[in-house]
Nanobody, 124 residues
Framework: QVQLVESGGGLVQPGGSLRLSCAASGFTFDYYAIGWFRQAPGKEREGVSCISSSDGSTYYADSVKGRFTISRDNAKNTVYLQMNSLKPEDTAVYYC?????????????????WGQGTQVTVSS
């Protein structure tokens, strides 16, 4: 059974940084691409980033490109999202999820399993 547990969210001022972590279990982690999507109140889900299983290729939404960095540690079954230069519009619940592809990272309908999410609030 796929389990994904996110952590690292919180309240941060604009321009600040956070590092989200996602601990995965219940599947062969290094066989699968894995990513992050977010959902703000009253808004649609947005595919934020995805990292491939094999060559480390990545996808980033235009809204976060140059500010966010996704990485994975296959030895620890963990994926990370380093978020820098945070903006108020980054405020959302962030979910770690399987099913993404780096070719179609914006297609949130491809995500098939996700965790409980972690709240990120960017506010002064």
């Amino acid at each position: 059974q796929v389990q994904l547990v996110e952590s690292g969210g919180g309240l941060v001022q604009p321009g600040g940084s956070l590092r989200l972590s996602c601990a995965a279990s219940g599947f062969t982690f290094d066989y699968y691409a894995i990513g992050w999507f977010r959902q703000a109140p009253g808004k649609e889900r947005e595919g934020v980033s995805c990292i491939s299983s094999s060559d480390g290729s990545t996808y980033y939404a235009d809204s976060v490109k140059g500010r966010f960095t996704i990485s994975r540690d296959n030895a620890k079954n963990t994926v990370y999202l380093q978020m820098n230069s945070l903006k108020p519009e980054d405020t959302a619940v962030y979910y770690c999820a399987t099913g993404c592809t780096v070719e179609d990272g914006e297609r949130v309908e491809l995500y098939d399993s996700w965790g409980q999410g972690t709240q990120v609030t960017v506010s002064s």
